[in-house]
């Protein structure tokens, strides 16, 4: 806005300095037509005074003191007119400036409610996402577990009655078969054993900490897309909104969980060849009666050899895989709740954002239905001084037109 706009009263009018450095008077003048030409359409009426500040000043008095006194005439009576007149211009381009804030600031509520609504939208869209990728993973990595224990498992209850089959090797002919129940017992129970601590125990460590990898890089999945999303919003926000990091430290509990387990686990010695079966009963009791009798040894002998080679023993097998077994059954529960929390701080952030949107969107809703329903109390006092504006610019105006006419 141009001070011509502003203060239509004020007379702006310039002088050209250092005209010394310019070659003739001709050349003078045509720098003041010039500017002229370019303030023209500002300050139409302006003129311009060329001066030296190298000559003496008494030399150019006369022509600064015409200048002055021509376009600045000075009336004492007509001094404190020009001041109100200055201050009411002002203050009614103020009255104008208010209004237009108010539409401003109608607009600003508008447009603050329409943009939060949309990214609010958006925020509900990610925290449904999250809440299908954290039960997504849960089942991948639960069903990925359970995967590992049911080999394991399926190897175990494979190979133990293979092994106690394969105990039959201790039978002989010369065994002494009063005690051979107890012996083969003894056997039996050192061929699990060394099953167990050699080949079982090892195998499901290693395929425990490969599970342990594969969840890793499932969630290094997750948090891969979760860092993309919060670029994304973050970029809508124009400002760090959300971060959306995950906790990886799960990974770290559950390594040393798996650990402690694999660690502690201790083989029961099992009641193979001393139960109260029907067959073994038979066997014991036979083995008692004819076992000092030489000629009877190659029937016990083959009578055993036929019992331990043909028992299932899906009882034992059963018993040792329940036992062996329970400690990571009892993790498996857990996992859904652990795989959970790994989400849960995101998830939470989510939430809480929503949550501030929400608040922000019905406050902005509330001041925006206030300021519509309730004009009057922006208004009303800009109405009352705009009636003083109009009584002083009606008070200058008389006293001008009375000293014009006095």
């Known amino acids: 806005m141009s001070n011509e706009k502003f203060a239509p009263d004020i007379n702006v009018h310039f002088i050209l300095n250092k005209v010394d450095l310019i070659a003739s008077d001709a050349n003078t003048q045509a720098t003041i037509n010039d500017i002229k030409r370019k303030v023209v359409n500002i300050y139409p009426e302006a003129d311009i005074l060329p001066y030296s500040s190298l000559h003496p000043f008494s030399q150019q008095s006369s022509k600064l003191n015409t200048f002055v006194n021509t376009h600045y005439p000075f009336d004492m009576k007509e001094k404190p007119n020009k001041r109100t007149a200055n201050v009411l211009t002002l203050i009614r381009h103020i009255l104008t400036d208010l209004l237009h804030k108010r539409e401003e600031m109608e607009k600003g509520f508008i447009y603050s409610i329409q943009w939060n609504e949309d990214i609010l939208g958006r925020l509900k869209g990610l925290s449904l996402k999250l809440k299908d990728l954290q039960h997504e993973k849960v089942e991948t990595i639960i069903a990925a577990y359970r995967t590992l224990l049911k080999e394991s498992k399926t190897e175990l209850m494979e190979t133990i009655p293979r092994l106690l089959k394969e105990s039959s090797e201790y039978i002989k002919e010369d065994s002494d078969f009063k005690q051979i129940h107890l012996n083969l017992n003894e056997k039996m129970n050192e061929k699990i054993q060394s099953y167990i601590d050699e080949t079982l125990l090892p195998t499901v460590y290693h395929q425990l900490d490969t599970w342990v990898s594969a969840s890793h890089d499932e969630f290094l999945e997750s948090q891969s897309f ?40 201790q083989f029961e010695k099992e009641n193979i060849m001393l139960k109260k079966k029907p067959a073994q009963l038979i066997l014991k009791g036979a083995g008692r009666l004819l076992g000092t009798m030489n000629q009877s040894n190659n029937m016990l002998y083959n009578q055993y050899k036929k019992y331990v080679e043909n028992e299932t023993y899906e009882e034992v097998t059963t018993s040792i895989a329940n036992k062996l077994f329970l400690p990571f059954e009892l993790f498996e529960k857990g996992l859904s709740q652990d795989i959970s929390s790994f989400f849960q701080g995101a998830i939470q952030e989510v939430k809480d954002t929503i949550a501030e949107t929400e608040t922000i969107i019905q406050d902005g809703k509330e001041s925006l239905d206030n300021m519509r329903s309730n004009p009057e109390v922006f208004y009303d006092p800009l109405k009352l001084f705009e009636v003083n504006l109009l009584q002083q610019e009606f008070s200058l105006q008389a006293k001008k037109d009375y000293s014009r006419t006095g």
Do not use: H, P
């Open 226 to 265: 979760l860092v993309e999303m919060s670029e994304t919003f973050n970029d809508i926000y124009q400002e760090k909104k959300l971060s959306l990091q995950c906790d990886f430290a799960l990974l770290d509990d559950w390594r040393r969980d798996l650990d402690r387990m694999t660690g502690r686990i």
